[in-house]
């Protein structure tokens, strides 16, 4: 397979400076804000995001330790080991993250939403508008 390189598109300013900080998903912080700043290159992809409730952000776990394909973390009443594509743990192969947050408002470069679970500083890779009408009813 090639190598594939991706450059961040901006970075995540949020109240979180250690992982032990970081509540597990994003809505168990509704109320918590932060601002994702976009470089000023990436800005005019901007135009017309304000125009939704919420985003998805896609990110790179780039402080996250070493992965294992074994996670035995018990969730939900199931015991022992899942893989690690079963989980949303952050310790994965490729390090990509991904939240669904509410978006407040768009100031220039700056990305304002509710229900951050990022550390500060962390890079964003892509945003993606969250419409329901274009995911599959569950």
Known sequence: MNEIIFQPIGQVHSPFKTAAEIPRQSIHAPDLEAIIE????????LLHLDKYSHIIV?????RSSAYQLL????????????????????HRPN?????????LRVEGNQV???????LDGTPVLDIKPYDPGLNPEI
């Open 71 to 90: 996670v035995d973390r018990p969730r939900g009443g199931r015991p022992g080991p899942r893989g690690v594509f079963a989980t949303r743990s952050p």
């Open 112 to 118: 304002v939403i509710n229900g951050v679970d990022m």
């Open 95 to 103: 390090g990509i993250g991904l939240s669904i947050v509410k978006l």
């Open 38 to 45: 976009i470089k000023e290159e990436f800005s005019p992809g």
């Open 58 to 62: 896609l990110f790179h776990f780039d």
